[in-house]
C-alpha cells in the first residue's frame, strides 16, 4: 500500500487520486493531509481515507509522523512553490500542480531549493504526456518534418467562465491565464520542438468580453437580468453553452478586477526557441461549445505533423511525396490521457521503476517563459525569457 500525504486537499487533487492514481495502484491511500478546512477535506475524500487520514498542522509534521512513501501538492496556485520549495528538503517522490510558481522570486527560489535535491518530481502537465502529443513528437523526432522550423498552436477554452466566476478571478492568487493556462501550453511546445523559447512578445486583451461594474459578490440569485444575461444558468441551459448551470457568481462584477490584473479574454504569443525557430500561440477564453480546439501544427521542409486534442486526431503530411495520413486516438480521457499518464509516472516513481518525464526543471522552464510572455504584455516589448540553470544570476524584475 502507498502511504500519500497531499497538502492542500482541492478538488483536482481529489479527482486525481480518486481517478487516474488509483487506477494504476488501487492501494493508495492518503494517509496525511495539511489543509485548514478539514470538514470540506473530509466531505470530498473517499470512505477508506477518511477512515485512515491524520490532519496535520504543517509539512514537517506530516513528514516526520506519517511515514509517508510520497507527497502531493494540490493548494491553491499561490502556494504551489513554498510547499514545493520546502518538501525539496526530503527525499519522498512529490506530485507538484502547476503553474509550480506565480512570479520571479517564486519560480528562483524553487530551482534553488531543486539544484541539489534528490526529491523526484511530477509536475501536473498532462498535455505534454498524452498520447496525442506522444506521438507527435515521435514523428517529430523521426523526422516526418525535418528540422522543426515552425509552430502554430491554439487554445480555444469552451469552460473559460471558470476564470470569472470562481476563485480562479483571484488574480493576487492565479496571477492570470498566461500561468493558468499557457504554462501548459508553453511546455508541450517546448516538448515538440526540441528546444527551450529564449525570447517572446505577448499582447493580450482584457475587458471586452468578461469583468465588469456589476457589484460586488454579486450572484445570479440576487440579479434581476437572468432573463436576457447570456451567462444566467437558465440561458446556458436553454443555449447549452455549458459552464456553471447552477446559482454562481457574476463574470462581469468589479470582483473580476480591472486594469493587469483582469484575466485576459484573449491573448497572444510570439515564440522564439534557442536556435532561431519560431512559433506563434493564441488562447481565447470565451469560446463555446463545437468553437472548443487545443492543439499545435508543426512544420519543416519536408513535412507538417498537426494534431487537435478537441477531435483527437492527428494529421501528417509529406511535403514531397503524394501522401497524407490521418490518425485517430481514443476519446473520453482525463485531460485527453494525460492524467492516466502522469499517474503511472507518479506511481512508477514511487516504486523506483521509472524517471518521471515531467521534472520540476519543466515546470519552472514554462514559467519562466510565461513570466516572460506577462512583462511582454505589459510593457509592450520583446523579453527574453530566464533559463533553467542560471540560478547565480539575479532574477529581471516581471
Request: hydrophobic share 35%; charged share 20%; aromatic share 8%.
Amino acid at each position: 500500500m502507498i502511504r500519500l500525504g497531499v497538502i492542500g486537499y482541492g478538488g483536482r487533487i481529489n479527482n486525481l487520486i480518486r481517478g487516474p492514481f488509483r487506477e494504476i495502484d488501487p492501494e493508495l491511500t492518503v494517509v496525511g493531509i495539511v489543509d485548514i478546512d478539514k470538514e470540506g477535506v473530509r466531505q470530498r475524500l473517499d470512505e477508506r481515507d477518511r477512515a485512515n487520514v491524520t490532519f496535520y498542522d504543517s509539512l514537517d509534521d506530516l513528514v516526520r509522523h506519517g511515514r509517508l512513501d510520497a507527497l502531493a501538492i494540490g493548494t491553491r496556485c499561490n502556494l504551489h512553490s513554498p510547499y514545493g520549495t520546502e518538501a525539496a528538503a526530503y527525499d519522498l517522490p512529490l506530485f507538484l500542480e502547476k503553474p509550480v510558481a506565480i512570479d520571479m522570486e517564486q519560480a528562483v527560489a524553487l530551482e534553488e531549493a531543486f539544484e541539489n535535491s534528490r526529491c523526484p518530481v511530477v509536475v501536473s502537465f498532462p498535455l505534454r504526456v498524452s498520447p496525442l502529443c506522444e506521438l507527435a513528437r515521435h514523428y517529430i523526432k523521426e523526422g516526418a518534418v525535418g528540422n522543426p522550423v515552425h509552430v502554430t498552436a491554439v487554445n480555444y477554452v469552451p469552460y473559460g467562465t471558470t476564470y470569472w466566476e470562481s476563485p480562479y478571478r483571484n488574480h493576487e492568487i492565479t496571477r492570470g491565464l498566461f500561468l493558468q493556462k499557457a504554462t501548459h501550453d508553453f511546455d508541450y511546445l517546448m516538448y515538440l520542438m526540441g528546444r527551450s523559447v529564449v525570447r517572446v512578445a505577448a499582447t493580450v486583451t482584457r475587458g471586452h468580453v468578461y469583468g465588469g461594474d456589476k457589484p460586488a459578490g454579486l450572484r445570479c440569485s440576487a440579479c434581476d437580468e437572468t432573463a436576457t444575461c447570456l451567462e444566467s444558468p437558465e440561458n446556458r441551459r436553454r443555449n447549452s453553452s455549458g459552464g456553471n448551470i447552477g446559482d454562481h457568481l457574476c463574470p462581469f462584477s468589479i470582483d473580476c478586477g480591472s486594469g493587469n490584473e483582469l484575466n485576459e479574454d484573449a491573448s497572444s504569443t510570439l515564440l522564439e526557441f534557442t536556435d532561431g525557430s519560431h512559433g506563434a500561440y493564441t488562447q481565447v477564453c470565451y469560446a463555446r461549445r463545437d468553437a472548443g480546439a487545443r492543439g499545435a501544427t508543426v512544420s519543416g521542409h519536408l513535412g507538417t505533423v498537426s494534431f487537435d486534442w478537441y477531435t483527437d486526431q492527428l494529421k501528417r503530411v509529406r511535403h514531397h511525396a503524394p501522401f497524407t495520413a490521418t490518425e485517430t486516438a481514443g476519446a473520453g480521457a482525463s485531460h485527453f490521457g494525460g492524467d492516466l499518464e502522469l499517474a503511472r509516472d507518479f506511481i512508477g516513481v514511487i516504486r523506483g521503476t521509472t524517471v518521471s518525464r515531467v521534472p520540476v526543471q519543466f515546470g519552472i522552464q514554462s514559467i519562466y517563459a510565461c513570466l516572460a510572455a506577462k512583462t511582454s504584455a505589459e510593457q509592450e516589448r520583446f523579453v527574453a525569457v530566464r533559463q533553467v540553470g542560471q540560478i547565480t544570476q539575479p532574477a529581471t524584475p516581471e
